[in-house]
Structures are given as C-alpha cells and as structure tokens.
C-alpha cells in the first residue's frame, strides 16, 4: 500500500454529515477528553475530530491541530471561527518527518492518517514523547483501505517505541488502538 496524502477536497468528501452521524466524533472523545484538557489532533484534516474536540476542553482547553497541508489548516480555521472555537485551535502546520510539537498533551489523536505517513515507527515514537504520563493515544484506521495485516505492522511498532495498547474500541467501519505511553524509555529509539 502506498503512503499518498489525502488531497484537500477529498477532505470534504470525507468529513459529511453522515460520516458525522456515523462516528459521533463527540461522543467517541468524551471518553478520553474533559474540559480544560490539551489535545493534539494529527492530520486534523479540515476538522473532523479538532471541531468536537475543541467543544469538549472548553473555554480553559486548547486543540493543537496538526497537518502537513496549509490548505486543510486554513479551511480548518475558517471552520473554527465560523463555530466560535477560533480561540480554542492553535493550527501547526508539520513537516513530513516531523511533527514538530513539543507540548505536553493529555489526548492525542491520529483519526485516518498513519497510512499516509511513510515512516510509522518514527511517527509514533514522536508522539510518545508528546503524551502526559496519564495521557491516551487513540489511533483510528478505516477498513478496508487500511488491511489487518498493515494495522498489525502499526501496533507492533508503537509498541517497539513504548506505546502500550489499552483497548480496541469499537468505532464503525474502523480498525482502532488505544494507548498509553510506557513508563519505562524503550531502547533503541532515537527520533531525528
Ligand atoms: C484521510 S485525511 C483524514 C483527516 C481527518 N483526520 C479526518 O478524519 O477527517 C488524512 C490527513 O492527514 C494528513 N497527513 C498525512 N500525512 C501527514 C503527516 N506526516 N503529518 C501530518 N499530517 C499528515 C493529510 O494532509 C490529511 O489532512
């Protein structure tokens, strides 16, 4: 399977109405997220996930939203002030190999994306260093374009990196791990 990046106006097509109604993005992360909380949305696409999210931490919280296009960030924020969570998303525009936050978070989030994302391991060894000793990572993949054998691929190397799977929530239509980070640092892991 290749790694292409969604284009911007496929993001459209994909976060609808029904896929809304589909997944309750809301009440999929009031399992996790409470207000006040920092977040981090990875390939937040045009909102999908950052949107709900933002309503959850409140006022006192804040949503990092992250992607390698500028395009997906800018209608992502035209979004968020159009809904009155301007203030509540601070957009960060990555690099390929590099997601380039080093804020402390208390969720975390890659809804869709590490497929598209050439060097997984790298990836979500970056991410362990984001997460707070208490936090929760949840992965979410859709079938069929994401195959069992390659999400497999995906858990053994967060857990090579020292994520820890906590649960496979059910979420429609989607392969899907919850972690948390390990205490101990695992060894051989050196993030460029
Ligand atoms: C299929 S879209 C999903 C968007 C959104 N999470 C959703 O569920 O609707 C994948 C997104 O990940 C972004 N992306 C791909 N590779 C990335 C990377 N290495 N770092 C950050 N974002 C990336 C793409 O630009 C795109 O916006």
Same mark, same amino acid.
């Given at each position: 399977?290749?790694?292409?990046?969604?284009?911007?106006?496929?993001?459209?097509?994909?976060?609808?109405?029904?896929?809304?109604?589909?997944?309750?993005?809301?009440?999929?992360?009031?399992?996790?997220?409470?207000?006040?909380?920092?977040?981090?949305?990875?390939?937040?696409?045009?909102?999908?996930?950052?949107?709900?999210?933002?309503?959850?931490?409140?006022?006192?919280?804040?949503?990092?939203?992250?992607?390698?296009?500028?395009?997906?960030?800018?209608?992502?924020?035209?979004?968020?002030?159009?809904?009155?969570?301007?203030? $509540? #998303?601070?957009?960060? =525009?990555?690099?390929?190999? %590099?997601?380039?936050? *080093?804020? &402390?978070?208390?969720?975390?989030?890659?809804?869709?994306?590490v497929?598209?994302v050439?060097?997984s391991?790298?990836f979500?060894?970056?991410?362990?260093?984001?997460?707070?000793?208490?936090?929760?990572?949840?992965?979410?993949?859709?079938?069929?374009?994401?195959?069992?054998?390659?999400?497999?691929?995906?858990?053994?190397a967060?857990?090579?990196?020292?994520?820890?799977?906590?649960?496979?929530? $059910? #979420?429609?239509?989607? =392969?899907?791990?919850?972690? %948390?980070?390990?205490? *101990?640092? &695992?060894?051989?892991?050196?993030?460029?």
């Amino acid at each position: 399977m290749g790694h292409e990046v969604c284009p911007w106006w496929v993001a459209y097509l994909i976060d609808n109405p029904l896929r809304r109604l589909i997944h309750k993005p809301e009440a999929i992360f009031r399992n996790y997220v409470k207000p006040g909380d920092t977040v981090l949305d990875l390939g937040c696409g045009i909102g999908f996930a950052a949107l709900p999210l933002a309503k959850i931490v409140g006022d006192q919280g804040r949503v990092i939203a992250v992607d390698l296009q500028q395009k997906m960030l800018a209608i992502l924020q035209r979004r968020a002030v159009k809904a009155g969570l301007g203030s $509540r #998303i601070q957009t960060h =525009r990555c690099e390929p190999g %590099s997601i380039g936050i *080093a804020t &402390p978070v208390d969720f975390a989030v890659a809804f869709w994306m590490v497929h598209e994302v050439p060097d997984s391991r790298e990836f979500l060894a970056q991410v362990r260093c984001c997460l707070k000793p208490d936090a929760r990572f949840l992965v979410t993949e859709p079938i069929p374009h994401v195959r069992e054998r390659a999400f497999r691929e995906t858990l053994d190397a967060a857990q090579a990196v020292g994520l820890v799977l906590r649960e496979q929530p $059910r #979420i429609r239509g989607c =392969r899907t791990a919850l972690f %948390s980070r390990s205490p *101990a640092e &695992p060894s051989g892991v050196s993030l460029k």
